[in-house]
């Protein structure tokens, strides 16, 4: 085996499996790999919604959970809040919520949140206490793992790991360089 | 016990850029401080496949990262009844602390004395900062190198590399 490794997206973005911002066809694709619990990714949550809007029609924007449960008690449950919330099709404003806060995530809060979305409340509670959402987590977390996330946040854009600052300016820069060339 | 000896220091301080022993060869003896009344060495890693990620140092965040990834992932490793060891240049009251403090419950081992020198009998030690290489191992049950890579210092290369390896040499396949 050679010594040259080089980390790629494993798992293909598709509509079924993910929640996406954007369109399926657009020539970029930005995959998120995020931990709710992260400092990091809470700073680079302003980053992403400034790239989906300065973007608009030209990026696939998809978030996938990858939860550090070593060093983030808080941060599985919390994912599976936001899928709990994604089954209600209320996925990305509690992803906004998680992030806006992210010192709070026990799991009343976890459930205020769900009602400050108006949220089946029972639902919600009932899916967090059976981990409904544990797999699809553990998916997402798995897939990530194969493709080479190495901490929180990992992006990649148009497949390719980007090894740069999670920061605007590093982060359009890769954006721009994966432009298909006409 | 050391593989090779560091008589001349400037020997170290020159190879800036090692480069790590490649697929097939036998990976040198050692023995490491595994804490403070322990070692751990090549021996005791025979039988089983086994990691060794070397790193520059305990503490620094790229590192932290890496090395809890590790942890997490340990459930995938021992799907390939592969063992991780984690080595840096620091001493084992550091390796103590940091692994207390992420959580870390594989082995740390301190290359600390003579400084670095079973990272460099791996080729991977950066004489000119005095730290290891954020280099990977992947070792099979007899101890000779199947699969190594040096990643760029500040990037942590991840587990991908890691499993692709063990995927190779064991036949077996990943969890998904």
């Known amino acids: ?182 | 016990m050391q593989a090779k000896p560091i008589g001349d220091a400037r020997s170290m301080t020159d190879l800036r850029h090692e480069a790590p022993l490649p697929t097939g060869t036998p990976a040198p003896e050692f023995d490491l401080p595994s804490g403070p009344d322990a070692t751990l060495g090549l021996r005791d890693l025979h039988g089983r496949p086994a990691v060794l990620a070397f790193y520059p140092a305990d503490w620094s965040p790229v590192c932290s990262d890496q090395l809890v990834l590790y942890q997490e992932i340990r459930p995938m490793l021992e799907e390939f009844n592969a063992q991780i060891v984690g080595i840096s240049v620091d001493g084992v009251w550091c390796h103590r602390a940091f692994a207390q403090h992420r959580g870390i419950e594989f082995p740390l081992l301190a290359d600390f004395e003579p400084k670095g020198a079973v990272s460099h009998a791996f080729g991977a030690y950066r004489g000119a900062e005095g730290v290891s290489e954020r280099a990977l191992f992947v070792l099979d049950p007899d101890g000779a190198i199947h699969w190594s890579y040096v990643s760029p210092i500040d990037v942590n290369p991840g587990a991908d590399g890691i499993l692709h390896a063990l995927k190779d040499l064991t036949g077996r396949e990943a969890p998904v």
């Open chain 1, 1 to 182: 085996m050679t010594t040259t490794w080089e980390s790629f997206l494993t798992v293909p973005v598709t509509p079924e499996r993910d929640h996406i911002i954007g369109r399926p066809d657009a020539p970029l694709t930005m995959v998120e790999y995020g931990d709710y619990e992260c400092p990091f990714c809470g700073m680079a949550f302003p980053v992403t919604e400034e790239i989906i809007d300065r973007l608009g029609d030209d990026l696939l924007f998809a978030y996938r959970h990858f939860p550090l449960a070593t060093v983030h008690p808080h941060a599985a449950l919390a994912a599976e809040a936001a899928e709990a919330a994604g089954s209600q099709g209320r996925f990305w404003e509690m992803h906004g919520l998680l992030y806006a806060n992210q010192q709070r995530l026990e799991p009343p809060d976890l459930v205020a949140r769900a009602e400050m979305l108006k949220l089946d409340r029972d639902r919600f509670v009932d899916e967090l206490r059976t981990n409904a959402h544990r797999a699809k987590v553990r998916s997402d977390f798995m897939s990530g793992v194969h493709s080479g996330v190495n901490g929180t946040p990992t992006f990649f854009i148009n497949g390719r790991r980007h090894d740069g600052p999670a920061d605007l300016p590093s982060l359009m820069e890769s954006l721009q360089a994966a432009v298909p060339r006409r």
